[in-house]
């Protein structure tokens, strides 16, 4: 069995680039399901942007409109994220140390400002708490990771006499 190898990350900012709100007013409860996205861009050796989205839906059509939307909220939260020790080759996910200790971190951030958005309609809606291992588990691959870091040769190039 490989041992772990222990990592440190420090959060340097938490952006959100995309909080998207559409409910018309109603009365009554809403049936909602949830979907998360999510990617990650590695700037450099130590450092990352963790993107983790969530997307709200209604489960049944609405009778009175048809050409209403389906979906009601989406609230996407940027990590900047600072490791201690330079990241190697990563090419899923999952190879990211602490990739769900980092998401755990952004999910409290997501809820806040879907619970915010809810709130100024009077709709009480807290997202239920979510466990980040089944997720990583379930949906790992369907989070893109892409690699900007340049490649640096550590051949020397050797002298003509």
């Known amino acids: 069995m490989k041992k772990p190898v222990s990592q440190e990350f420090k959060v340097i900012d938490i952006l959100y680039p995309k909080i998207d709100f559409n409910l018309e007013p109603r009365?009554?409860?809403?049936?909602?399901?949830?979907?998360?996205?999510?990617d990650v861009v590695i700037?450099?050796?130590?450092?990352?942007?963790?993107?983790?989205?969530?997307?709200?839906?209604?489960?049944?059509k609405e009778e009175n409109n048809n050409n209403?939307?389906?979906?009601?909220?989406?609230?996407?939260?940027?990590?900047?994220i600072e490791f201690k020790k330079a990241l190697g080759k990563i090419k899923n996910v999952n190879e990211i140390p602490?990739?769900?200790n980092i998401l755990a971190l952004l999910y409290p951030f997501l809820r806040e400002k879907i619970n915010y958005c809810f709130s100024n309609n009077k709709i009480p809606m807290l997202l239920p708490p979510l466990?980040?291992?089944?997720?990583?588990?379930?949906?790992?691959?369907?989070?893109?990771?892409t690699d900007t870091r340049k490649t640096i040769s550590t051949r020397k190039k050797l002298k003509k006499d």
Request: charged fraction near 25%.
């Open 27 to 38: 009365t009554g409860e809403l049936d909602l399901k949830q979907a998360f996205r999510g």
């Open 43 to 60: 700037k450099d050796s130590r450092k990352v942007a963790v993107r983790f989205g969530v997307a709200l839906f209604e489960n049944k």
């Open 68 to 80: 209403a939307s389906p979906v009601k909220a989406i609230v996407e939260a940027i990590g900047l």
């Open 98 to 100: 602490l990739i769900a």
């Open 131 to 145: 466990n980040v291992i089944d997720l990583l588990h379930n949906a790992g691959d369907s989070f893109k990771v």
